[in-house]
């Protein structure tokens, strides 16, 4: 069973709309969180780490559920240059050995205008 | 400032020959990471370096070595080359191993292996 996993779409929607994007992980170690954002044959870069209180950046919404494993990306008003594959990541330390970063495989947005 | 460089951009490779990743950063970060990225399978840890001298295995180490000489640098390499190494591969840096460290990224290398 793997780590992390998402929903890989496509998700297809027109300028203005809210989508929202979910990712369950497996590990109830898993002590941290985050939403990457890769464009087409680029690298992953970092959208927004994920708070357990929750965390809002602009546009964007992450929210974290440890009782149910599970976490959200909210992108409200979405632009055309939203459009990218949106990675869910958790670090898991094991015993002693140090975090790791675990990847989801993604969940591809189109953005239409 | 360069960030984390990667070469080659891209390379063709015969099968059994032996080649070399390199991976270059000016952060100054202590923690560095090599990943490969195929197609419906996302990213995956091959081998990862907490600071300069020492390496670990990741998830899929098997068929790749890494040295961490000095902090900068951390190339990958691949004894003898087979196809399904075939991939994007992917260096990354943090500042450390933490919990929220937020890891950076190179442009990557994409690897045909034939």
């Known amino acids: 069973r793997k780590e992390v996993e998402q929903d890989p779409g496509p998700f297809n929607v027109p300028e203005g709309a809210t989508v929202a994007f979910n990712c369950t992980y497996s590990?109830?170690?898993?002590?941290?969180f985050f939403w990457y954002r890769q464009d087409c044959r680029k690298e992953p870069k970092l959208l927004m780490s994920?708070?357990?209180s929750g965390n809002e950046d602009g546009r964007f919404t992450a929210q974290l559920n440890r009782a149910s494993q599970y976490i959200s990306l909210l992108i409200r008003d979405s632009k055309l240059s939203d459009s990218a594959t949106y990675l869910c990541?958790?670090?898991?330390?094991?015993?002693?050995?140090?975090?790791?970063?675990?990847f989801g495989r993604g969940t591809q947005l189109t953005v239409w205008p | 400032i360069a960030g984390i460089t990667q070469a080659p951009t891209s390379q063709i490779l015969a099968a059994g020959r032996r080649m070399t990743l390199r991976c270059t950063q000016d952060?100054?970060?202590?923690?560095m990471y090599w990943y490969r990225q195929d197609l419906g399978l996302g990213l995956r840890l091959i081998h990862y370096s907490n600071t300069a001298g020492t390496t670990g295995k990741g998830e899929v180490p098997d068929g790749y070595s890494v040295s961490r000489a000095n902090t900068d640098d951390f190339p990958l390499t691949l004894a003898s080359a087979v196809p399904s190494q075939t991939s994007v591969y992917f260096c990354?840096?943090?500042?450390?191993?933490?919990?929220?460290?937020?890891?950076?990224f190179g442009p990557g290398t994409r690897l045909t292996v034939l």
């Open positions: 990541v958790v670090n898991l330390w094991r015993g002693s050995t140090l975090g790791r970063l675990y």
């Open positions: 952060m100054r970060h202590n923690a």
């Open positions: 990354a840096s943090s500042d450390s191993a933490g919990m929220w460290d937020t890891q950076y």
């Open positions: 994920v708070y357990s």
């Open positions: 590990n109830s170690a898993s002590q941290s």
